[in-house]
């Protein structure tokens, strides 16, 4: 008889990197409720307070929407049994600019998390001046690396030009496409897609790094913490991939409130955000989550990844003038697997 549990997801084994989206905005939800039980006082008449948190659908890269979804309430609904808390958490998933920016500007939601491209399409001053950040290894910041094999004569990013090349499908990693478009860009090369051959995206970062590693695709983008992970899982993957270029620090996906909610709610988040790891509950949380901390940071942290966007958009649109395809965002030749 076929087993019928196998082909239902497994949310409590530990976080692996395809699944690190939903994991992380679990995280979120989760974060919300331990904080508020341990911080907020009852309400006087027992009622239970609505924060609503938004999630662009781009944060699920590589999971099944529906099966996120459902994660998601189970998650929270689970907290509030467990911990008898007087904040409801609702999540919806929103699809596209115009969705986020209908829910954000008409207070259909109160808080939400979505990739620094998206930010920039709403505009900062529809959100909060403060925003949480997961940190690992001390950092809120992402580097992207391009790698290819020790053996190739590449010794420069410009060298791609021809050449076949795989991004990795993520949202931390996703202002690696738009980097990597404006350093061909700036070498007069054209975007990523009219560089290199052949361009894919792969959702897990073995399909990104192990065939290049074995020469069946010339080229990957991958974040440093991600290449790091392969080296430690094989060190002959460090030896066999040299690195031919490397971004500056960029903090890709950002979690903020509306910029016109406020109230004790969200000031007993962002006050005692930090503080997650004080707890016993906390710390099976971020350890089950593969995070060290959130912290609260200023929205300026996002300065650098606004700028790289608004030189590529710039850049884009020169290169429409004189005849070459014109794109806001990069577009993969073909289309890879679904954090």
């Not at 990104?208 to 993957?237: H, S, Y």
């Not at 000031?267 to 005692?272: C, E, F, P, S, Y």
Request: hydrophobic fraction near 45%; aromatic fraction near 6%; glycine fraction near 6%.
């Amino acid at each position: 008889m076929r087993n019928r549990s196998a082909n239902k997801t497994d949310w409590r084994r530990p976080c692996g990197v395809g699944r690190w989206s939903v994991y992380a905005l679990l995280l979120v939800v989760a974060a919300c409720q331990i904080l508020l039980h341990a911080y907020e006082a009852p309400a006087v008449d027992n009622s239970n307070t609505v924060l609503r948190l938004g999630f662009s659908s781009s944060m699920f890269a590589g999971v099944n929407e529906n099966d996120a979804k459902a994660a998601l309430k189970i998650w929270a609904q689970a907290l509030l049994l467990e911990h008898n808390v007087a904040v409801i958490a609702e999540s919806q998933v929103l699809n596209g600019n115009d969705e986020i920016a209908n829910a954000v500007r008409n207070k259909l939601l109160d808080a939400i998390s979505l990739t620094a491209e998206e930010y920039r399409a709403l505009g900062g001053e529809w959100m909060s001046t403060n925003a949480i950040l997961g940190v690992n290894e001390g950092l809120i910041t992402q580097e992207y690396l391009v790698l290819v094999h020790a053996d190739s004569h590449m010794e420069r990013i410009e060298d791609l030009k021809g050449h076949s090349l795989v991004f990795f499908q993520n949202p931390t990693a996703s202002l690696a496409p738009v980097w990597l478009d404006t350093q061909l860009l700036n070498s007069g090369l054209g975007q990523t897609r009219q560089a290199c051959i052949r361009v894919t995206q792969g959702a897990k970062l073995s399909q990104v790094v192990l065939p290049v590693f074995f020469r069946q695709i010339d080229a990957c983008v991958v974040t440093r913490r991600g290449f790091k992970t392969m080296v430690e899982l094989n060190p002959q993957v460090g030896q066999r991939l040299k690195i031919l270029g490397t971004s500056p620090p960029l903090v890709p996906v950002v979690f903020v409130f509306r910029a016109d909610y406020s109230g004790r709610v969200r000031d007993r988040i962002l006050t005692n955000i930090n503080r997650m790891h004080a707890t016993v509950a906390s710390q099976q949380v971020l350890t089950l989550f593969q995070c060290e901390n959130l912290e609260v940071h200023s929205v300026s942290c996002l300065v650098p990844a606004l700028e790289l966007l608004a030189t590529h958009a710039r850049l884009c649109e020169r290169t429409s003038q004189i005849g070459l395809s014109h794109t806001n965002s990069p577009i993969f030749n073909t289309k890879g697997g679904g954090l």
